[in-house]
Nanobody
């Protein structure tokens, strides 16, 4: 069982930056692939980035967002730069067992509660 808790969301102006954190419980954090997804109002949840043996970014965030993880702290981070209003969403951290990350939310068994990111124009 893995429990995930996100933090770091907030309100930022367009062009600004935020860093999200996702703290995980459990002693086998390093064996999980980790992902970030987001869901804007009245839209489906969409893939943002995932990391494990490799890292995948959605085209919409490539070059602006960076995922990193600190296995010693059981934490994964999402550095978001050059934020735009279209990045406004609830951001969710997710974990899937195994080292190979995927872009499909159905592959992720564990989810955090989400953190709101709002980018004003």
């Amino acid at each position: 069982q893995v429990q995930l808790v996100e933090s770091g969301g907030g309100l930022v102006q367009a062009g600004g930056s935020l860093r999200l954190s996702c703290a995980a419980s459990g002693r086998t954090f390093g064996s999980y692939a980790m992902g970030w997804f987001r869901q804007a109002p009245e839209k489906e949840r969409e893939f943002v980035v995932a990391t494990g043996m490799t890292t995948y970014y959605a085209d919409s965030v490539k070059g602006r967002f960076t995922i990193s993880r600190d296995n010693a702290k059981n934490t994964v981070y999402l550095q978001m730069n050059s934020l735009q209003p279209e990045d406004t969403a609830v951001y969710y951290c997710a974990a899937q067992q195994g080292s190979w990350p995927t872009r499909d939310s159905y592959d992720y068994k564990y989810w955090g509660q989400g953190t709101q990111v709002t980018v004003s124009s």
